[in-house]
């Protein structure tokens, strides 16, 4: 018995006409009627009735066809895991991310890259952007979701969602009940923000927003990230630009507010050393793609 023949036996089961059976499978009736009977001396078995008013499958006919749609979808399940292990479309991802991703973008590339590839396993580590970099610059990481452009000409990226910041306040600050926050409301309050170390580009950026309003943030907490900032404001330690995504966090006893004046950027991209293979990261990277908002591809510069 050969898969072929367990092939030409679900066909000609499905459409009971030699005919139609023969030119779905794209050959002649003949060749067609020699295996079917090759194949009832292998199973032992008539398989078939045939006589002038078409053809209906035998009570051992109708026992086989489970079995031969089984181990049909066994050879094909087979051949797809040989081609995925040959393309590198089996195994394990390691991917960073810096932890806001996780209220926007992240899920939706794990849920869309997952459906497509359930063989493929991902490694999630929660790192700062400087952290990782130093990860895939090691080959730690195979991709990882960045907030900074400061990076080496050994990378490509993807832009994946850009938001805003929002004012951070404790439901109980008096600025809590305005519409929205301008940068002189915020003087003289205590502020929680990120680490420079952490994330020096938007550090810079919360910083001058605050130049706008004719000082310099009095930054009295200094967190390795996001969330941590977030809860010192609901503790009612001090306020704090955050991107806009947290307010998805659920965390009590805060509220965010829209900026008054042009609100700083904070941009996520997906990084990767070009010249790493591109097998599974090659299909992970698609994922991306798709989940990225439109004409979000990004040269990196020297390349």
């Known amino acids: 018995m050969e898969f072929r023949h367990l092939r030409y036996f679900v066909a000609l089961a499905e459409e009971l006409h030699f005919g139609r059976a023969a030119q779905r499978l794209s050959m002649s009736q003949p060749p067609l009627s020699l295996n079917i009977q090759q194949l009832e001396a292998s199973v032992g078995a008539v398989l078939f009735l045939r006589n002038s008013r078409g053809v209906r499958l035998t009570p051992a006919g109708e026992a086989f066809l489970p079995a ?3 181990l049909l979808q066994q050879a094909g399940q087979a051949a797809q895991e040989a081609r995925d292990a040959a393309s590198g479309l089996v195994g394990r991802l390691q991917i960073g991310f810096a932890g806001t991703v996780l209220y926007r973008g992240l899920p939706q590339v794990l849920a869309a890259f997952q459906a497509e590839h359930p063989r493929l396993r991902m490694g999630l580590r929660e790192l700062s952007s400087s952290e990782q970099l130093v990860d895939l610059l090691h080959d730690r990481l195979d991709a990882g979701f960045v907030h900074t452009t400061r990076v080496p000409a050994v990378f490509s990226q993807i832009r994946v969602s850009s938001q805003r910041f929002v004012a951070c306040l404790h439901r109980a600050h008096p600025l809590a009940r305005q519409k929205q926050v301008s940068a002189a409301d915020l003087q003289g309050h205590p502020w929680a923000t990120i680490e420079r170390e952490v994330s020096p580009d938007y ?3 919360i910083e001058q927003w605050g130049l706008r309003g004719g000082y310099a943030p009095e930054v009295r907490y200094e967190l390795r990230h996001w969330l941590s900032v ?3 404001v609901s503790q009612g330690l001090g306020v704090a630009l955050v991107p806009e995504a947290l307010a998805l966090s659920g965390m009590a006893g805060v509220v965010f507010k829209p900026l008054a004046e042009e609100a700083p950027l904070y941009e996520t991209y997906c990084l990767w050393k070009t010249d790493r293979d591109q097998g599974a ?3 992970f990277l698609n994922a991306v ?5 439109p004409a ?3 040269a990196v510069p020297g390349h």
């Open 68 to 70: 031969a749609r089984a």
């Open 203 to 205: 550090r810079d950026r």
């Open 230 to 232: 977030v809860s010192v």
């Open 281 to 283: 990261l090659g299909a």
């Open 289 to 293: 793609r798709r989940v990225a908002q």
């Open 296 to 298: 979000d591809t990004l």
